[in-house]
């Protein structure tokens, strides 16, 4: 198909500040090259900067996190480059801009999201899920929601709505039986976790019940080098947000100078995206985004969506393309396909060729040819008739860094790339770091797939830096414009709002890649919290499990011929032995002995050795946690099984293959 063939356009929703955005139709086959001098627009305002590309810029960051001056050089001529490549093609396309939401909208959108739109306004309804939720929170996520919803019910009361606002008292006046049975879930919460019991959070005369972690418990004496992935980052902020102040992180740091970041281990495994069943995923995005908005409030920052404005653009191709859109064309030639093809083979071809090459990423291609090359990409990719053996390596990296930052929506997503920017805000490297990890964890699947392809080529990159003279704050400065600008970005900033903001996406990027590794796990407190979501949710439907199973008479035989097998199964874990299980290889459980040393990789390793008809890749399988107080989990190898089995006694353990 040729790309003049897929010029047709589509109208889709994305999310915009106001007054700072003028979203472009994108369109490889259009691109000119013209002069600097002609315009001025771009996410910064590089017209003056173009004097200074080889030498200091004229003002310095107020970033605490800053690169020296001279080390951004490559970032205003990366930029300089991006904005000379784009051309004249600057038409801004028809467009539907939204009411200027007020803050009571805003924080209703928000409420939305959290999955607690039930307890505002029209929304109101059954709340039990809300209560589920609530229950689980600790005490600064429930002020966080707490603010919200007072924010909202003020709001609507200022408008004189006729609908009549729920009082949060009315919601959350649980009867004395419904509250003993909270608390009660609280204390059985697993061993790491703090807690003390239920604690109000009032506002305005209305009250959220939260449960969870209290600053009392935290442990001062962690370095700053540790990171406690058991409490709450948000009750960690507001328990040490006086010591906080006092260690800043300093600029001008050398590679390696960044600090090494180290967790404590956890027994009963680290868990990372893409280990977890979609319902718990669903879960950890929700409480990602009540732990980050907590977690900025304890610092006085804001976080808010942005304005929705409808944009027009592309609905086939590969530059300039949703990656919604591309995915959908990739999974019809290659099912299952999570990361664009067209990134996957720009970044195999560039490896082929070694990444020995200096000045990889930083040294441009030729504009001439990087258009003639995306148009016949465009034409020639899926029909596989493109010769890539035509490309040379600078022109693909060149390709690369095209395809990034054309997306119409920014791969950090317009939703949340101010929250991705506000994170330079927080006083400690850190604090930062739990940020982005939170961030992270609330991405769309599309975006944190493809950011991840993307940062691991990255530091491949940098490995070779000894060859390549590309060191990791090389490679931030030149890849922070192409990841936090898009097109069509219109700045009203001035120099020195705009050299602050070029050097803190810089120190975003290194952070990113450097800690890439961390930014990827998710953190037990979350971990628990879901789990407590599963025990509270799997309570309320007990009921109706039961009298189900007193309707179906006809079962009652069958459970009767199963009993016998139950009671063995309880006679083998009182004994301290599980049955694992793995009905892709084998119709036969083995019995594992839990032992205090027994690890999920030496469960593996035991089925691996009786199984020898079948031919498995130890790394195409993994033990699964499933049911109990989880949907599924696939086991880290290092995680202890004693310990899991007392946190989830109540699980299935199967062995078969990875979710890929």
């Given at each position: 198909m040729s790309s003049q063939q897929d010029s047709k356009g589509v109208v889709l929703t994305g999310f915009y500040q106001n007054n700072e955005v003028l979203p472009v139709l994108i369109d490889c086959k259009d691109e000119e090259h013209t002069s600097l001098s002609s315009r001025r627009t771009g996410q910064y305002n590089i017209h003056s900067r173009a004097k200074n590309a080889a030498g200091k810029p004229p003002y310095s960051?107020?970033?605490?996190?800053?690169?020296?001056?001279?080390?951004?050089?490559?970032?205003w001529t990366e930029l300089q480059h991006i904005q000379t490549s784009r051309g004249n093609d600057q038409e801004v396309p028809e467009e539907v801009l939204m009411k200027v939401p007020d803050e009571g909208e805003l924080e209703e959108e928000w409420l939305k999201e959290a999955g607690l739109s039930d307890l505002i306004g029209d929304q109101a309804g059954d709340l039990q899920e809300s209560i589920?939720?609530?229950?689980?929170?600790?005490?600064?996520?429930?002020?966080?929601?707490?603010?919200?919803?007072?924010?909202?019910?003020?709001?609507?009361?200022?408008?004189?709505?006729?609908?009549?606002?729920?009082?949060?008292?009315?919601?959350?006046?649980?009867?004395?039986?419904?509250?003993?049975?909270i608390s009660s879930a609280n204390r059985t919460l697993p061993a790491g976790t703090s807690e003390n019991g239920k604690q109000d959070v009032k506002s305005d005369g209305q009250t959220i019940i939260a449960c969870g972690n209290d600053k009392s418990n935290l442990d001062t004496a962690l370095s700053e080098t540790d990171i406690n992935l058991e409490i709450s980052f948000s009750e960690q902020a507001a328990g040490l947000k006086e010591q906080s102040k006092s260690s800043e992180p300093h600029g001008n740091?050398?590679?390696?100078?960044?600090?090494?970041f180290?967790?404590?281990?956890?027994?009963?495994?680290?868990?990372?995206?893409?280990?977890?069943?979609?319902?718990?995923?669903?879960?950890?995005?929700?409480?990602?985004?009540?732990?980050?908005?907590?977690?900025?409030?304890?610092?006085?920052?804001d976080f808010k969506s942005h304005k929705a404005v409808k944009i027009k653009i592309k609905e086939s191709g590969l530059f300039g393309v949703p990656l919604t859109v591309l995915l959908e064309q990739d999974q019809k030639k290659v099912p299952g396909t999570k990361v664009p093809l067209i990134l996957q083979k720009l970044i195999s071809h560039i490896e082929e060729e070694g990444l020995d090459t200096e000045g990889l990423?930083?040294?441009?291609?030729?504009?001439?040819?990087?258009?003639?090359l995306c148009q016949d990409l465009e034409a020639k990719f899926y029909e596989g008739t493109f010769a890539w053996d035509s490309i040379k390596q600078h022109d693909a990296a060149s390709l690369l860094k095209f395809f990034i930052r054309e997306l119409p929506h920014p791969l950090l997503t317009m939703e949340y790339l101010n929250a991705f920017i506000t994170v330079q805000k927080l006083p400690t490297r850190k604090q930062q770091l739990q940020a982005l990890?939170?961030?992270?964890?609330?991405?769309?699947?599309?975006?944190?797939?493809?950011?991840?392809?993307?940062?691991?080529?990255?530091?491949?990159?940098?490995?070779?830096?000894?060859?390549?003279?590309?060191?990791?704050?090389?490679?931030?400065?030149?890849?922070?414009?192409?990841?936090?600008?898009?097109?069509?970005?219109?700045?009203?900033n001035g120099d020195q709002q705009e050299f602050a903001m070029a050097t803190g996406t810089a120190n975003l990027m290194r952070?990113?890649?450097?800690?890439?590794?961390?930014?990827?796990?998710?953190?037990?407190?979350?971990?628990?919290?879901?789990?407590?979501?599963?025990?509270?949710?799997?309570?309320?439907?007990?009921?109706?499990?039961?009298?189900k199973k007193l309707l179906k008479k006809m079962a009652y035989d069958r459970e009767?011929?199963?009993?016998?097998?139950?009671?063995?199964?309880?006679?083998?874990?009182?004994?301290?032995?599980?049955?694992?299980?793995?009905?892709?290889?084998?119709?036969?459980?083995?019995?594992?002995?839990?032992?205090?040393?027994?690890?999920?990789?030496?469960v593996l390793a035991s089925f691996l050795s009786q199984i020898r008809t079948v031919a498995i890749k130890r790394e195409d399988i993994c033990l699964y946690e499933i049911g109990g107080n989880i949907g599924a989990r696939c086991l880290n190898d290092e995680t202890y099984m004693k310990d899991l089995y007392q946190l989830n006694p109540n699980a299935e353990w199967v062995i078969k293959s990875r979710s890929r």
């Amino acid at each position: 198909m040729s790309s003049q063939q897929d010029s047709k356009g589509v109208v889709l929703t994305g999310f915009y500040q106001n007054n700072e955005v003028l979203p472009v139709l994108i369109d490889c086959k259009d691109e000119e090259h013209t002069s600097l001098s002609s315009r001025r627009t771009g996410q910064y305002n590089i017209h003056s900067r173009a004097k200074n590309a080889a030498g200091k810029p004229p003002y310095s960051s107020s970033s605490q996190d800053s690169l020296d001056e001279l080390s951004m050089d490559d970032y205003w001529t990366e930029l300089q480059h991006i904005q000379t490549s784009r051309g004249n093609d600057q038409e801004v396309p028809e467009e539907v801009l939204m009411k200027v939401p007020d803050e009571g909208e805003l924080e209703e959108e928000w409420l939305k999201e959290a999955g607690l739109s039930d307890l505002i306004g029209d929304q109101a309804g059954d709340l039990q899920e809300s209560i589920v939720l609530l229950s689980t929170l600790t005490r600064t996520q429930a002020a966080a929601v707490q603010k919200r919803v007072d924010t909202v019910t003020q709001t609507l009361r200022k408008k004189n709505r006729h609908h009549q606002v729920p009082d949060v008292r009315d919601i959350f006046g649980l009867p004395s039986a419904q509250s003993g049975k909270i608390s009660s879930a609280n204390r059985t919460l697993p061993a790491g976790t703090s807690e003390n019991g239920k604690q109000d959070v009032k506002s305005d005369g209305q009250t959220i019940i939260a449960c969870g972690n209290d600053k009392s418990n935290l442990d001062t004496a962690l370095s700053e080098t540790d990171i406690n992935l058991e409490i709450s980052f948000s009750e960690q902020a507001a328990g040490l947000k006086e010591q906080s102040k006092s260690s800043e992180p300093h600029g001008n740091e050398d590679d390696s100078l960044l600090p090494n970041f180290k967790m404590p281990q956890d027994k009963t495994g680290t868990t990372k995206i893409g280990d977890l069943a979609s319902q718990d995923m669903k879960k950890v995005h929700t409480l990602a985004l009540i732990e980050l908005t907590a977690l900025y409030d304890a610092f006085g920052i804001d976080f808010k969506s942005h304005k929705a404005v409808k944009i027009k653009i592309k609905e086939s191709g590969l530059f300039g393309v949703p990656l919604t859109v591309l995915l959908e064309q990739d999974q019809k030639k290659v099912p299952g396909t999570k990361v664009p093809l067209i990134l996957q083979k720009l970044i195999s071809h560039i490896e082929e060729e070694g990444l020995d090459t200096e000045g990889l990423l930083r040294i441009p291609g030729s504009a001439t040819r990087i258009k003639s090359l995306c148009q016949d990409l465009e034409a020639k990719f899926y029909e596989g008739t493109f010769a890539w053996d035509s490309i040379k390596q600078h022109d693909a990296a060149s390709l690369l860094k095209f395809f990034i930052r054309e997306l119409p929506h920014p791969l950090l997503t317009m939703e949340y790339l101010n929250a991705f920017i506000t994170v330079q805000k927080l006083p400690t490297r850190k604090q930062q770091l739990q940020a982005l990890n939170l961030l992270v964890l609330f991405l769309p699947e599309p975006s944190r797939d493809t950011l991840k392809t993307l940062l691991e080529f990255l530091q491949r990159v940098i490995d070779r830096k000894e060859k390549n003279k590309m060191t990791l704050n090389n490679i931030a400065v030149v890849m922070a414009p192409n990841l936090f600008m898009f097109k069509g970005f219109r700045s009203k900033n001035g120099d020195q709002q705009e050299f602050a903001m070029a050097t803190g996406t810089a120190n975003l990027m290194r952070l990113l890649i450097r800690y890439q590794n961390l930014l990827w796990l998710i953190p037990k407190f979350l971990m628990n919290q879901v789990r407590k979501q599963n025990t509270e949710n799997q309570k309320k439907m007990s009921k109706d499990r039961a009298m189900k199973k007193l309707l179906k008479k006809m079962a009652y035989d069958r459970e009767k011929h199963e009993k016998p097998d139950r009671n063995t199964t309880e006679t083998d874990t009182l004994q301290g032995v599980i049955r694992v299980q793995a009905p892709q290889f084998s119709k036969v459980s083995m019995a594992i002995q839990l032992k205090e040393d027994l690890k999920a990789s030496d469960v593996l390793a035991s089925f691996l050795s009786q199984i020898r008809t079948v031919a498995i890749k130890r790394e195409d399988i993994c033990l699964y946690e499933i049911g109990g107080n989880i949907g599924a989990r696939c086991l880290n190898d290092e995680t202890y099984m004693k310990d899991l089995y007392q946190l989830n006694p109540n699980a299935e353990w199967v062995i078969k293959s990875r979710s890929r």
